[in-house]
């Protein structure tokens, strides 16, 4: 399992992305909110003020959303991210379908076979550029 994020600009403009294996015993609601934490700390490093972060789990947008809920064990890295995200000067959270988030999902193939955390900045692998294309053509 593991966390794959990536980010682009206002015009789908790619800028960065990281994807990081994960180990332990995780739930997928977990690991969904360590990519959105990660997600945040890859906004902050490249000097984002105003965000925009999309996930395939309604749940997590939904409870960030809400500022928590139900959610109590998932409360510390709850409050974390809701600190990180007091930092910007405007962000939203938005769903979008699991088969929307292709680069992610083609990340997420190749951060199989990693045992490290790789960052990739300004310019995109090689190995996600026909996603990407095909992710600004949708648009």
């Not at 959610?71 to 938005?94: H, N, P, T």
């Amino acid at each position: 399992m593991g966390v794959q994020v990536v980010a682009k600009d206002h015009r789908e403009v790619f800028q960065a992305a990281l994807s990081e294996r994960l180990y332990g015993l995780l739930d997928p609601f977990h690991v969904e909110l360590l990519a959105l934490q990660k997600s945040i700390s890859l906004a902050v490093s490249l000097g984002f003020r105003d965000v925009v972060f999309e996930g395939d789990s309604l749940q997590v947008i939904k409870l960030v959303k809400h500022r928590g809920g139900e959610f109590s064990r998932y409360g510390v890295l709850l409050e974390d991210i809701m600190l990180d995200l007091a930092g910007f000067q405007s962000w939203d959270l938005s769903w979008v379908q699991r088969k929307g988030n292709g680069v992610a999902y083609t990340l997420a193939k190749n951060g199989l076979h990693s045992l490290q955390q790789q960052i990739w900045n300004i310019y995109p692998p090689v190995f996600v550029l026909e996603t990407l294309s095909l992710d600004v053509e949708s648009v």
